[in-house]
């Protein structure tokens, strides 16, 4: 019979890349915490219409990479491709936006049919930062000194930021006439995607990497010589804040992110270690989702991080955390033994905390069991044998220093365990 695989685009995360994947997770939940911003843990499937409406009928996304199915009731439900809308969804829902802003953040896995390569899965993870009902550009200054300690936090070199703003969706509108007057006078030279996006979402094109386009689009109209006094002032003040906090970057008249609802600031960090998918971390103001969702109008910003991604330049530095080893690993020798181990070892437990203590679990001989005691990385080996239960003690042995080895008294072996080893380690 033949073995069943994972689905493509969908892969495991081995217990060896694990420790990797819970630094970034922790060291993400501890800046969170610092800055003020509280978890939300939204479901995985929602209703089709939030993404219809929230990230764009016209967004490849919604049109071709959604996992999209009717339930048994006939409701047209999708597996969340990003997470932005489900934060909105979910504060207009509970009222939390009432005269008041709320700082959100959410990790977990989003799904998108596209075709896999390096740094781009079916199953992804992602950590989204919101935040909802501020208006300003101190916010989205926030936001990105926020990402950018979470960098420092990591030990991440070698990102560089982009800014872009997109104005008003009245402003984006007098852009996009623009824009497709002058790209519909080059529409030969456009590959068949910009073709396609020409008539349903031109400033999509100018975020194509075809390196054949590289001219049409550097003389392109640009966004920014479109905006208003609001929006120009806006932008203004985040760039000073920024300057204001060392945080260098660069203002980017072609970064247009790929979702319909961005309005204002829009950015990203990049890198050159991941070859094509460069973008570890890309967000922006969306001033207007609220109203679209349903909710009272509401200012709103944020960003997603790309955990594969951040995990691969992680896995490429220094400092990589390795899988964690037990303190001790607990091997038993005998019938009445092997019966008396469990209970020790829970005993240890109780009066430890925070102590990794591996029970070595099936039959076979003492030699045996010291090879695996020794695999898996434990300082001490403690053995249980006949000789030990007559006599109430517990043999102590280092494997990882002298290779000595102590007789304990069964009464003293947490003491012993407890000055041997580094809990903080």
């Known amino acids: 019979m033949k073995a069943i695989q994972a689905i493509r685009g969908m892969k495991d995360i081995p217990p060896a890349e694990t420790p990797v994947w819970r630094r970034l997770e922790d060291t993400a939940r501890d800046v969170l915490a610092g800055y003020g911003y509280h978890e939300l843990r939204p479901p995985i499937v929602e209703k089709t219409e939030l993404f219809r409406r929230s990230v764009g009928e016209a967004t490849d996304i919604v049109e071709k990479e959604m996992y999209t199915f009717a339930d048994r009731n006939g409701e047209n439900l999708s597996l969340r491709p990003e997470c932005t809308a489900s934060c909105v969804r979910a504060a207009i829902e509970h009222g939390w936006l009432r005269g008041r802003g709320q700082r959100l953040w959410h990790i977990g896995p989003m799904f998108r049919y596209e075709k896999p390569q390096k740094g781009r899965y079916r199953q992804f993870h992602q950590l989204d930062v919101e935040a909802l009902g501020f208006p300003g550009p101190d916010v989205d200054a926030e936001l990105i000194l926020l990402s950018a300690r979470l960098w420092r936090r990591l030990g991440l070199e070698g990102l560089r930021l982009e800014l872009n703003c997109l ?19 080059h529409v030969k030279d456009l590959d068949d995607d910009s073709q396609r996006r020409l008539g349903s979402n031109p400033l999509r094109i100018l975020d194509s990497k075809n390196p054949d386009l590289r001219h049409i689009l550097e003389a392109a109209p640009r966004i920014v010589d479109c905006l208003d006094d609001d929006s120009r002032a806006h932008f203004e003040q985040l760039q000073a804040m920024l300057d204001a906090s060392d945080i260098t970057f660069l ?11 961005y309005t204002g600031t829009v950015f990203e960090w990049i890198t050159d270690d991941l070859g094509a998918q460069g973008a570890v971390c890309g967000g922006g103001r969306y001033d207007g989702l609220v109203e679209e969702i349903g909710g009272t109008p509401a200012p ?7 955990l594969e991604r951040i995990v691969a330049l992680m896995q490429s530095g220094e400092n990589v955390p390795a899988p964690l080893a037990p303190h001790a690993y607990l091997l038993a020798v005998g019938v009445e033994a092997q019966r008396a181990a469990h209970t020790l070892a829970e005993q240890l437990r109780d009066v430890l905390p925070g102590l990794c203590l591996l029970v070595d679990a099936g039959p076979g001989k003492f030699k045996r069991k010291m090879k695996t005691a020794d695999r898996s990385g434990a300082k001490l080996a403690l053995i249980l044998g006949e000789d030990e239960i007559r006599q109430q003690r517990i043999t102590l042995k280092d494997m990882r220093g002298d290779g000595g080895q102590v007789s304990v008294a069964r009464s003293e072996i947490a003491e012993k365990l407890q000055a041997s080893i580094d809990f903080n380690d």
Do not use: C, H, K, M
Request: proline share 3%.
């Open 167 to 185: 104005g008003s969706r009245e402003i984006q509108q007098s852009y996009r006439d623009q824009l497709v007057d002058y790209l519909s006078a």
């Open 251 to 261: 203002v980017n008249p072609r970064l247009v992110r790929g979702l319909d609802y």
């Open 300 to 306: 709103a910003t944020g960003f997603a991080v790309g």
